[in-house]
């Protein structure tokens, strides 16, 4: 069974940064991607963007594109997300999941972390 946990949300105001961390346990961790979505108050879950984790490939939603940087580091099983020039827009709470194959779809969520940009 693979946990994930989400950290380094908080409150930031328009312009900051963050940087979020999604720390996976569970032997045996080997996913073929790890990936970020948020979801807004009254909206649908969206993706973010993900990282292959051998290659590390990533990609993104083409409006996030230039202020959002995934990364990871294999040997502490952690994905983050850098998280540039913050709008108040980018508000939502912040979760990373596992796509174990290129054919599956994503699992095993994280319980999230919250981010609020205050304009």
């Known amino acids: 069974q693979v946990r994930l946990v989400e950290s380094g949300g908080g409150l930031v105001h328009t312009g900051d940064s963050l940087r979020l961390s999604c720390a996976a346990s569970?032997?045996?961790?080997?996913?073929?991607?790890m990936g970020w979505f948020r979801q807004a108050p009254g909206k649908e879950r969206e993706f973010v963007g993900g990282?292959?984790?051998?290659?590390?490939?990533?990609r993104y939603v083409d409006s996030m594109k230039g202020r959002f940087t995934i990364s990871r580091d294999n040997a502490r099983n952690t994905v983050y997300l850098q998280m540039n020039s913050l709008k108040p827009e980018d508000t939502a709470v912040y979760s990373c999941?596992?796509?174990?194959?290129?054919?599956?779809?994503?699992?095993?969520w994280g319980q999230g972390t919250q981010v609020t940009v205050s304009s």
């Open positions: 999941a596992v796509r174990w194959s290129s054919f599956a779809s994503y699992g095993y």
């Open positions: 990282i292959t984790w051998s290659g590390g490939s990533t």
């Open positions: 569970g032997r045996s961790f080997n996913p073929y991607e």
